[in-house]
């Protein structure tokens, strides 16, 4: 369980002004929860992953994973960002060993792991490939292998797929779904795109600000595979889209 209690997170400009970007944000998320956040621009989305990654200390309240205090960045919590993250001079297959690696895992099991996990996003065959040869949906798709590849109990994305067209954001949603069928995680997942949300998330919070904090949190229990043209899908997308509109 991951749980966010009053958190609050005031930073100091570099002109020492005090910024609000998130305030009071409570919040429970449960095993295996795949959790959206969708919010305009600068309602403290990011913050809010960042503070749950332990990369930023929140001003006030706390966070706790399986009832321990997240007091800094820790393998169990790892994040995926939007777009170039993969370290350029590391081969696919030693980017997504590299969690591994840090782990003092060996290099013959990292190097099967590592193979495994790419096999899980379509993409063993690209294993001696560098970053700079692949697509942006492949990159993406290295950077989630390479964030599973040391099982973490909790998965953070930061609009992974903001920067894809969208035919290829259509295809990493359907593999995201797909490997959280096999994979079961915890995912605390970023987006601007309120469709997106309703096609991933067991819950989408509604976020407002600045500061951030939650307007309304809507259970999506629509059934999967979902249907992006079924009514229940566009009354759930329509029902978000005006949330927004009420939170400007
Ligand atoms: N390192 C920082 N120092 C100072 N202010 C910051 C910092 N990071 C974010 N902020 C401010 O905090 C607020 C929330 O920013 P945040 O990046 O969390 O928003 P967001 O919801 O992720 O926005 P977007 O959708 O544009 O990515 C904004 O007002 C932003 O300017
Ligand atoms: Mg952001």
Redesign the pocket.
Known sequence: MLELAGVG?V????NGEK????DNLSLVIVENELVC?V????????????LIAGL?TPTRGRILLSGKKVEGPSAERCVVFQRYTLFPWRSVLANVAFGLEMQGVSRAEREKTALDYLALVGLEDQARAYPVELSGGMQQRVAVARALATDPQVLLM??PFGALDAQTRAVLQQELMRIWRVDRKTIVF?T?DIQEAVLLADRVVV?Q????HIREIIDCDLPRPRDRNSAAFMDMSDRIHLLLEGAE
Not at 11 to 14: F, K, L, N, P, V
Not at 19 to 22: D, Q, S, Y
Not at 39 to 50: E, I, N, Q, V, Y
């Open positions: 997170k930073y100091s400009s570099i910024i609000e970007a998130v956040l919010g305009r621009s600068g309602c403290g989305k990011t913050t809010t992953l960042r930023e930061d609009e970023v601007h976020m600000g600045p500061p951030g």
